[in-house]
């Protein structure tokens, strides 16, 4: 499953590395003694943060692994005297997410723009728990209670994203047969049909779907992760069956942008793409 995390949205294999909760709860107090040393209530604190106040306190409270965005600005707001970055060098695991996995996933948490093409499994930005769920259920070898648990966590984190980050710009382009493939059962692809109608209606997402009967397709060479930083610069993502990896140079990253954008002309409009979805859901 890509992402690291559980299937395009983060599991991959049995990561024995998880992150110690009482370490993102230390971290977590931290950054509250030094906020409250400086005055500041979380809704004064999160827009110098340039974070929602709920990302905040997922934080503070050590339910959610801080960006390096944040704790640069945290550190700088804050006057903390290297205490808050310092702290965050001891938060290289993430629970639930794959170690190759990780930097993207740090990446992605700041990204102005993010450009997905799968046609393996849905995203796990756009899964629902169910379709989730029924992807670690038949992941081999099987997943104990705790490590599901922890991969669910990772991927309701992470879709946080979707919502709050109203100005980051995502494009999705996903296979018609993922669809049709009715993983999880009838009830399950209905629901993600549902979800995943819903939020290609939120302003910042772009949804298009490839038809199966596809005559010309610049994807033939697998799934497409692209981003780009509020620096703007552009990383891409490729992922394995047990690895993935982090793309900088130039020139790999401007071949994939560019059959990326190719498909972007050959996939089915927003429109189009929800209309099909629609009848799919109907027919299922």
């Known amino acids: 499953m890509t992402d690291g995390a559980g299937g395009t949205g983060g599991t991959t294999g049995a990561d024995g590395e998880p992150e ?5 709860k230390a971290f977590g107090e931290v950054v509250k003694v030094f906020r409250k040393r400086a005055q500041l209530t979380q809704e004064e604190f999160a827009p110098r943060v ?33 205490v808050i970055r310092a702290a965050a060098k001891h938060l290289s695991r993430r629970r639930g997410l794959a170690k190759w996995f990780r930097h993207w996933a740090q990446l992605e948490a700041d990204a102005a723009i993010l450009y997905t093409y799968e046609c393996r499994l849905i995203p796990g930005l756009l899964q629902t728990e169910a379709y989730a769920r029924a992807l670690f259920r038949d992941q081999l070898p099987p997943l104990g209670d705790e490590q599901i648990e922890a991969r669910m966590t990772a ?9 709050e980050r109203p100005n980051t710009a995502y494009s999705f382009i996903l296979e018609e047969h993922l669809f049709r493939r009715h993983t999880g059962g009838v009830e399950v692809t209905r629901e993600l049909i549902d979800h995943i109608v819903g939020l290609a209606r939120r302003r910042n997402i772009e949804l298009q779907i490839m038809p199966q009967m596809q005559e010309h397709h610049a994807g033939l060479h697998g799934p497409i992760r692209l981003l780009e930083t509020p620096d703007h610069k552009w990383f891409a993502y490729s992922e394995g069956q047990e690895s993935g990896h982090l793309h900088s140079d130039p020139a790999v990253v401007s071949t994939l942008q560019m059959r990326y954008a190719r498909m972007r002309s050959q996939a089915l409009s927003l429109k189009e ?12």
């Open 20 to 24: 110690p909760s009482d370490t993102l």
């Open 50 to 82: 340039q974070y929602s106040v709920p990302t905040v306190a997922s934080i503070e409270q050590g339910r959610r692994f801080p960006p390096p965005a944040f704790v640069d600005r945290a550190e700088d707001v804050l006057d903390a005297f290297g």
């Open 155 to 163: 991927r309701a984190e992470r879709q946080a994203l979707l919502t």
């Open 273 to 284: 793409s929800t209309s099909l979805l629609e009848r799919t859901r109907g027919a299922v």
